[in-house]
């Protein structure tokens, strides 16, 4: 069990952090999050390809290095504007949103435990190049950074605010051999490659055109090159996720436009699902594994009461949400204030064709 962030039970409707150093993006308003709960989503996690990691205890972060600082790289625009200007908009709104991004910089407890997994998983080399997808305030891309001190990491990410965090918190810690980019992954071309591998930690379930973005992932690696992501396993094993319980407060989501798919943090929850998206995206030797963990939160890492404003529930539902919200988070909640998340979440490879 990891302790991170453990903290009293919070007051209730606190104002969100200011977001130093990040210029926040033009839409500033953010009804509701574009995922629906998980329920109407995903189909039962597939069958394993192969076995369960189960209830191991989460590694620490790699520490940052403590060498002297240069110049970051200046967070850059993509190089070409390939964006359709239709893709993933409800998802860049989101996570250019400043209410939800302050609201986020509390998840990364949850998220970061993870590190040691997908770092494992990826086994990064000295001298390797690596393009982080959805790299948010940067945390795992300065652990990756970390590992390949001879090498050099590109963090992407759609949220000018969280990359603007990203790239301060370099900066702050002398970490010369990471850069961060502004871009949809799903279409952008991401300055810097080719890279030896490409690695995300959860920033690879909100495209809205899977496919197409796996395989623009994949035209940035070298032939024979890695990708290894995390993603969460289904909803029904991670009950921390209360978007779920939500999801009778809020009215259906709306019809899907044709050859789009619905974005969200289980999008990829399904193994063989998973498999044929990534097969059809050009990618081979498609392999994962799960993985267990509990880590020691605090309530505000899990729920806040903005955040019933925040997933567009109306006023006069927000007491009988907050009830539901508590009867789901009950089980968890531990003598000390603490909370007891139990992430259920999985490692999944692929490799680039050879040739
Ligand atoms: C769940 S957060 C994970 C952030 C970070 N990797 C972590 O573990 O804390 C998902 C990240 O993916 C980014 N993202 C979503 N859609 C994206 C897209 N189409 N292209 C690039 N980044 C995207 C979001 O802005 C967000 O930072």
Known sequence: MVDAALAKRPARLRSPPRLDGAAAGADTVCPRPAYVPAASLVSPPGRGISGTDSTRRARTQPQDRSQAAGDNEKMSEPTAPQRKPESNQAERRRWNDPVWVARWLNRQALTSAVSGYLLDSLAPADGERILEIGSGAGRATLALAAAVPRGAVTGADISRPLSGLARQRAV?????????VVADVQH???PG?????????????????????FANIRRHVLPGGRLVFVCWQDASRNPWMIAEILAPFLPPPAELPPGKRRPGPFSLADREETRELLEASGWEDVASRDHDLTVRVSLETLFEDDALSLYGIAEADHDRAREAVDARLAPLERGDGGYDAPLAFRTVMARAPRA
């Open 188 to 190: 952008d071309t991401i």
């Open 193 to 213: 490659g080719p890279f030896d591998a490409a690695a995300s930690q959860f920033g690879v379930m909100f495209f809205d055109e899977p496919v197409r973005a």
């Open 172 to 180: 702050d810690q002398g970490v010369a051999n990471v850069s961060f």
